[in-house]
C-alpha cells in the first residue's frame, strides 16, 4: 500500500473508508470492490488480506465501528461497518485535499475521483484545487523542455504535466459529477 500525506492512513485504507462511506458493508463485500475487476478496484486494487487489515487498522483507530449484521453465506453472521463521525470527517477532509506529486495522479488521485462519485459529492472543488497546484508547474516544465529538448527525463515529465492539466480542465468542463455506476 501507498502512504499518503495524511499521518497513519495508507492509500488502501483511505479505499476501505471510501467505499465504507457509500454504505455499509461486511468485510469481504469490500475486498470484492477492490478487486482489480471491481468498481474500485479499477482504480485502486487491494488483496483480501489487506483489506481485513485495513478494516482492523480503521476500526482501531475508531474511523470505522460496527452497526449491524446480516446472516453470512456459509452460515454464521457478517458484520455491517460503516465510517464513524470522525471517520467520515476525515474522509470528507481527505477528498479535498490536491495530490502532492504528477506521481501521485495515477493512484491517489484517481481514487479520490471515484470516492467523490460514490459518496455522490461534487469532485469540482478538487479538480479546481488540483489544476491551481499543477497548471504552474506544467509551464515551467514546459520551460525546462524547451532548454533540454533532448532530456527524456525532463521531456517525460513535461508531457505527462501538459496530459494532467488536459485531463483536469477536462473534467472541469464536464462540470460536477454525481454517482458512479456499479
Same mark, same amino acid.
Given at each position: 500500500m501507498? !502512504?499518503?500525506?495524511?499521518?497513519?492512513?495508507? &492509500?488502501g485504507?483511505?479505499?476501505?473508508?471510501?467505499?465504507?462511506?457509500?454504505q455499509?458493508?461486511h468485510g469481504?463485500?469490500?475486498a !470484492?470492490?477492490?478487486?482489480?475487476?471491481?468498481? @474500485?478496484? /479499477?482504480?485502486? $486494487?487491494?488483496?483480501?488480506?489487506l483489506?481485513?487489515?485495513?478494516?482492523?487498522t480503521?476500526?482501531? *483507530?475508531?474511523?470505522?465501528?460496527? @452497526?449491524?449484521?446480516?446472516?453470512?453465506?456459509a452460515g454464521? =453472521?457478517r458484520?455491517?461497518?460503516?465510517?464513524?463521525? =470522525?471517520?467520515?470527517q476525515?474522509l470528507?477532509?481527505?477528498?479535498?485535499?490536491?495530490v502532492?506529486?504528477? /506521481?501521485?495522479?495515477?493512484?491517489?488521485?484517481l481514487?479520490?475521483?471515484?470516492?467523490?462519485?460514490?459518496?455522490? #459529492? $461534487? $469532485?469540482?472543488?478538487l479538480v479546481?484545487? *488540483? &489544476?491551481?497546484?499543477?497548471?504552474?508547474?506544467? +509551464?515551467?516544465?514546459?520551460?525546462? #523542455? /524547451?532548454? $533540454?529538448?533532448?532530456?527524456?527525463?525532463? &521531456?517525460?515529465?513535461?508531457?505527462?504535466? !501538459?496530459?494532467?492539466?488536459?485531463? &483536469?480542465?477536462?473534467?472541469?468542463?464536464?462540470g460536477?459529477?454525481? +454517482?458512479?455506476?456499479?
Amino acid at each position: 500500500m501507498v !502512504r499518503t500525506r495524511q499521518p497513519g492512513l495508507l &492509500l488502501g485504507e483511505w479505499a476501505v473508508l471510501g467505499v465504507l462511506a457509500e454504505q455499509p458493508a461486511h468485510g469481504f463485500a469490500v475486498a !470484492r470492490r477492490l478487486e482489480p475487476g471491481g468498481d @474500485v478496484g /479499477r482504480a485502486w $486494487s487491494l488483496s483480501r488480506p489487506l483489506t481485513y487489515r485495513a478494516v482492523e487498522t480503521l476500526e482501531a *483507530q475508531g474511523l470505522i465501528e460496527p @452497526v449491524g449484521e446480516e446472516p453470512g453465506i456459509a452460515g454464521g =453472521r457478517r458484520r455491517l461497518l460503516a465510517p464513524t463521525g =470522525r471517520g467520515r470527517q476525515q474522509l470528507e477532509s481527505w477528498l479535498r485535499q490536491p495530490v502532492a506529486h504528477l /506521481r501521485d495522479v495515477r493512484s491517489e488521485l484517481l481514487l479520490k475521483l471515484l470516492l467523490c462519485g460514490l459518496a455522490g #459529492a $461534487s $469532485s469540482q472543488p478538487l479538480v479546481e484545487a *488540483q &489544476l491551481q497546484a499543477f497548471a504552474p508547474l506544467a +509551464r515551467k516544465l514546459a520551460g525546462e #523542455a /524547451r532548454r $533540454s529538448p533532448t532530456d527524456p527525463v525532463v &521531456l517525460w515529465r513535461c508531457e505527462s504535466s !501538459r496530459s494532467v492539466v488536459r485531463f &483536469l480542465e477536462r473534467l472541469a468542463r464536464a462540470g460536477p459529477t454525481g +454517482r458512479s455506476p456499479r
